[in-house]
């Protein structure tokens, strides 16, 4: 594990939560030439791609997501964060930050997003 994920927690349907990833510095020398998404995992199912945002900054969303989902990237602070409005009790799961740079892939420790209803 090299990417250090926060921000999860328990959050009612209808509300926003913000994960963040921080890539450590001496890992991620150059943190902006590396592809930044964001995975999730509910219990009992595949883990699933939520965003990604590329080195140039374009954005890519999962269907499910897509316009309450919002993926950012701070390149010199080394970090790619998420932002989740209009919650509902299907994007509960783990979430995982994930770096990829050619054949190279790096994950996060995951952090829970869980959302009643």
């Known amino acids: 594990v090299q990417l250090q994920a926060s921000g999860g927690g328990l959050v009612q349907a209808g509300g926003s939560l913000r994960v963040s990833c921080v890539a450590p510095?001496?890992?991620?020398?150059?943190?902006?030439?590396?592809?930044m998404g964001w995975y999730r995992q509910a219990p009992g199912k595949q883990r699933e791609l939520v965003a990604v945002?590329?080195?140039?900054?374009?954005?890519n969303y999962a269907d499910s997501v897509k316009g309450r989902f919002t993926i950012s990237r701070n390149n010199s602070r080394k970090t790619v964060s998420l932002q989740m409005n209009s919650l509902n009790p299907d994007d509960t799961a783990v979430y995982y930050c994930n770096a990829k740079q050619g054949p190279t892939t790096s994950w996060g420790q995951g952090t829970q997003v869980t959302v009643s209803s």
């Open positions: 945002i590329t080195t140039s900054g374009s954005t």
């Open positions: 510095r001496a890992i991620f020398s150059v943190f902006s030439s590396y592809d």
